[in-house]
């Protein structure tokens, strides 16, 4: 988190996230809160209005380098809907002039029009959530979209004056082969997004796939060819100039999604909406605060009608636990910097955990470069296991 002073106030930099809970169908796989009604949509936007307005103690002094409407579907949102919620967030607190805002979109529910609205109110960075450009695969996923829709979206972006495109692919599908996967990636490529989010299939609990593997009706690859999956989407990427920034993330030089990445540095940011989560910490400051908003319309729409913050839960956390997040995160992305762990939390890695660290190099998952401690994409596969050895007391 920066912080600087202007007329002798202190300032501090942070993100924004709003959860945008309506989808017009839930995808199979989704486990992140929301629902198939839309007619809760104006209930919703004035608690969002409240919720907003009670945070203004939180982030007094903030100003926002980053803001990023995700769900859910936003894209469901009208314009004036949209222009709403921007408007409330811009009287909580000031967009940094080069902010960075993101709203994510399906294909299934946006048109050239609508996307120039969303480019004339500021939005200047789009997720597309495609997932995969196999119809049979967008069929299984419950996804409302096709391959020809994925296409036409991405090009209507651009042509609405979108120039940071990201989009979202799903990897390790059941039954998916390397060329199957590969496909999909090419397509992809061929459509020269700025960003890519391959993510591996995770089988989460309380969804229609978990119940289908329960069943046997599906059945998910094993580790060896998700690993495999994995590794040839690393290579492809690679090959094609993507940085591979994250486990999942890859960017053109350049066009890394900077409000994810404060996720993995330990910037401050406010999430507001039904299940979103906040986490506030100051530079040289003891703790950090993090707490989630309830994952219901109705109780959240209800705590806020009678002035009430809508939390799920609240934690503090200590300079201990910040540090063990800091390693976790640290190897999740761009890497350690044993230097900045000291400095910031006033630890250093024990002799333990350097001697796993000559370990991990010698096997070959992990490199250190220019004072950093970096997976390799070898070392990508096994990063929880990597960081439980390095997390000791």
Not at 84 to 99: H, I, K, Q, S, T
Not at 137 to 145: A, M, P, Q, S, T
Request: net charge negative; aromatic share 8%; proline share 4%.
């Amino acid at each position: 988190m920066m912080d600087d002073r202007t007329d002798g106030k202190a300032r501090w930099s942070g993100g924004l996230y709003v959860h945008v809970p309506f989808c017009e169908r839930k995808c199979v796989y989704c486990d992140f809160f929301s629902v198939e009604s839309l007619e809760p949509i104006e209930e919703y936007l004035s608690a969002l209005g409240e919720e907003i307005r009670m945070s203004a103690d939180s982030v007094r002094g903030m100003h926002a380098a980053t803001v990023y409407l995700g769900g859910g579907t936003p894209s469901l949102l009208s314009p004036a809907q949209l222009d709403r919620v921007l408007a409330n967030l811009r009287e909580l607190v000031p967009f940094d002039p080069g902010a960075e805002i993101t709203i994510e979109v399906n294909p299934g529910t946006v048109t050239l029009q609508s996307l120039r609205n969303m480019r004339e109110l500021g939005f200047n960075r789009l997720s597309i959530g495609i997932q995969s450009f196999d119809d049979a695969e967008l069929k299984f996923l419950g996804r409302i979209h096709t391959a020809d829709d994925a296409r036409r979206c991405i090009s209507d972006a651009r042509a609405a004056g979108f120039d940071n495109i990201s989009i979202d692919l799903i990897v390790s599908l059941p039954g998916q082969d390397e060329e199957r996967c590969a496909s999909s990636l090419r397509e992809a490529l061929s459509l020269e997004p700025q960003h890519i989010s391959a993510y591996t299939l995770i089988v989460e609990d309380h969804t229609p796939l978990a119940q289908w593997v329960k069943a046997g009706q599906v059945k998910p690859n094993d580790e060896h060819r998700e690993a495999a999956l994995y590794e040839k989407t690393m290579a492809m990427l690679d090959r094609a100039g993507y940085e591979h920034y994250e486990v999942s993330n890859y960017a053109r030089p350049g066009f890394r999604s900077r409000h994810n990445s404060s996720y993995w540095t330990h910037t401050a940011y406010l999430g507001l909406g039904p299940s979103a989560h906040s986490f506030l910490w100051k530079e040289g400051a003891a703790q950090a605060r993090r707490w989630s908003n309830v994952r219901s319309i109705g109780r959240y729409c209800d705590q806020l009608r009678r002035r009430e913050r809508p939390l799920e839960r609240e934690e503090s956390l200590d300079a201990g636990q910040l540090f063990d997040e800091a390693v976790f995160l640290g190897l999740r992305s761009d890497g350690l910097d044993p230097a900045l762990l000291s400095r910031r939390w006033g630890r250093d890695l024990t002799m333990r955990q350097h001697e796993t660290v000559r370990e991990i190099c010698n096997e070959g998952w992990a490199v250190v470069e220019d004072g950093r401690i970096r997976l390799t994409a070898r070392g990508f596969l096994l990063c929880d296991e990597i960081c439980a050895r390095l997390m000791v007391p």
